[in-house]
């Protein structure tokens, strides 16, 4: 049974204002600080300053931290009672599993009192355990490994696995017959690319880029070309063991000279003289999961052109960490093949035929990182509208009106983002995966491509938003740094901008009847 809490007139807590004898009220609590007050980050002069010791601090608390730090339970203990008179408050803050209702700050459908056309009960149900599994299970996780670098720990992989997560994150398809998906509340025959877009907007909005690329990111364009091109015995042996998470997989694709343009690869592969084993030689750079991995999806130069082979980790493949702008967490590795020799039936696709290979994985490849960016934009404006909230701003500040219509322009770019990513999900729900390579290349291109110009953006205005706070890896900024650290990285990754507006204006140029005039 909670104890009853004490009350304090404020009267009382401001004869409270000493060294030895120190009080502060935030909102409806009592806090003493008297012990506390020594090893505060912000130090002690701003505690015993006339205006806070003794006195109502809730004004210049928010003005510098996240309400975060009072539901720690180290800080918890410093709550001593409430205030007379004061009607009990209850804070709407972190990211916890309830629903936002921060306005913009969550999809359409999940806003109160909105509708959609394009969710249904299964949709709601899988949205729900997921923000339990993920605000629950894997955010404690990240916040810690974000920082200090390390893997995802083994208990939270083992509980991701026991959801099949990694099957999920693949799509719908043949590869989740059989799997109880989300502790069984979607049947594997009703999984559409709508649950997959819920699962990569949930990933996104729980943990911070680093750890999110840690789980299983290879996996995510590594695997589908063994699904899709391997023979039967290689998927037989490598896909169970990668969607079980006893392998993990990553896509090797990039090279130092020739980035990710795939005309330009560097990295042989040559047929010894019996016709049975590639012998492969090159490097690969800033490849996800590459570190820790123990298989390779290795896009080569071969005789015929360029060839797709899955490579295991074995003699003369070493791989290197990259120190990148981001954690270390999801092993951005330097991979060298020094003649490390492989069977050919490891081919995937056919010989020449690696630029097939690549290209079949684009579109979904780019249609995730769109789920991500509209999620995280989200979660950008909603850390944008609480701390407009929050802060107290003195006096007639004319700031004030330019930062509202850069929050305009955050939620527009947003809301553009996540309501073109829902009708091109409702395409690909339609479309046969021939039909999707045909009619959504160009619309996943063009919307990739405005994503992360949007997000890039929204970055800019955040910073302006949170002033200084927002170059601090602690505090108020703490989510906005990190934003803008890392967020140029998706303007990368599955092709650049330019190329993707240009391959997006193409494609559009080559769907035109050849005989429109103005
Ligand atoms: C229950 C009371 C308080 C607790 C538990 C607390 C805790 C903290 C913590 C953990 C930090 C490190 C940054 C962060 O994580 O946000 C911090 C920073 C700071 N605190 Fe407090 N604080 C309290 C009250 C106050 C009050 C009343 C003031 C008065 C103005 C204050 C002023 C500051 C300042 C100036 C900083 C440095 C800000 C920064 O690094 O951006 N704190 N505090």
Redesign the pocket.
């Known amino acids: 049974m909670a104890t009853k809490m004490r009350t304090f007139s404020r009267e009382e807590v401001s004869k409270h204002n000493r060294r030895d004898d120190l009080w502060?009220i935030?909102e409806d609590s009592v806090?003493d600080?008297t012990h506390?007050a020594e090893e505060?980050?912000?130090?002690l002069p701003?505690?015993m300053?006339p205006e806070?010791a003794g006195q109502d601090?809730t004004a210049?608390?928010y003005?510098?931290?996240?309400h975060e730090?009072?539901s720690?339970p180290e800080?918890q203990l410093?709550r001593i009672g409430v205030v007379e008179g004061v009607e009990a408050i209850k804070i709407l803050g972190g990211r916890g599993p309830q629903l936002s209702r921060v306005p913009h700050a969550e999809p359409t459908w999940l806003a109160e009192g909105y509708h959609s056309p394009y969710y249904n009960q299964s949709h709601r149900d899988f949205q729900m355990a997921m923000r339990l599994l993920f605000s629950e299970v894997v955010m404690p996780d990240a916040l810690v490994k974000e920082e200090t670098g390390g893997q995802p720990s083994q208990e939270v992989m083992d509980k991701l696995m026991d959801c099949n997560l990694p099957a999920m994150r693949l799509g719908p398809g043949k590869h989740l017959q059989g799997r109880k998906l989300m502790y069984g509340i979607v049947k594997p025959e009703e999984y559409d690319y709508f649950h997959e877009l819920i699962l990569n907007q949930e990933l996104a909005r729980s943990v911070m880029r680093g750890y999110g690329d840690a789980i299983l990111s290879g996996l995510v364009i590594g695997l589908p070309p063994v699904i899709n091109f391997g023979n039967e015995q290689l998927k037989a042996r490598v896909v169970p063991e990668a969607l079980s998470g006893k392998k993990t997989i990553c896509l090797a694709i990039s090279e130092a000279q020739a980035g990710s343009d795939v005309s330009g690869l560097h990295t042989t592969a040559v047929k010894t003289p019996d016709g049975e084993h590639w012998i492969i030689n090159g490097s690969k750079k800033w490849i996800t999961n590459g570190v820790y991995a123990d298989y390779f999806t290795v896009g080569c130069k071969t005789e015929d052109g360029l060839t797709v082979i899955l490579v295991e980790r074995s003699p003369g493949l070493e791989t290197r960490p990259i120190k990148t702008s981001y954690s270390s967490s999801p092993g951005t590795a330097f991979v060298t093949f020094d003649n490390v020799k492989v069977p050919v039936s490891n081919t995937l696709g056919g010989e020449g035929n690696g630029i097939f290979v690549i290209l079949s994985n684009f579109n979904h490849e780019r249609w995730v990182m769109c789920c991500c960016s509209a999620r995280s934009q989200m979660l950008v404006v909603e850390e944008c509208l609480k701390w407009m909230n929050q802060r107290i701003v003195e006096g007639d500040d004319p700031t004030q009106g330019a930062l509202r219509s850069r929050v305009a322009a955050m939620i527009a770019r947003a809301e553009t983002t996540q309501n073109w990513l829902e009708n091109i999900t409702h395409q690909m729900c339609n479309m046969s995966y021939k039909e999707q390579a045909k009619k959504l290349a160009g619309p996943i291109s063009l919307l990739k491509s405005y994503a992360t110009q949007a997000a890039q953006d929204s970055a800019k205005d955040a910073m302006q938003i949170f002033g200084s706070?927002g170059l601090?890896k602690?505090?108020?900024g703490l989510f906005v740094e990190h934003y803008y650290r890392t967020v140029p990285f998706d303007a990368l990754l599955g092709g650049a901008e330019d190329v993707l507006s240009d391959l997006g204006v193409r494609q559009a140029l080559r769907a035109m009847p050849k005989n429109t005039r103005l």
């Open positions: 502060v935030i806090y600080l506390f505060h980050p912000g130090g701003v505690i300053d806070i601090a210049a608390f003005g510098l931290h996240r730090v009072l720690k800080y410093l706070h601090q602690t505090g108020v």
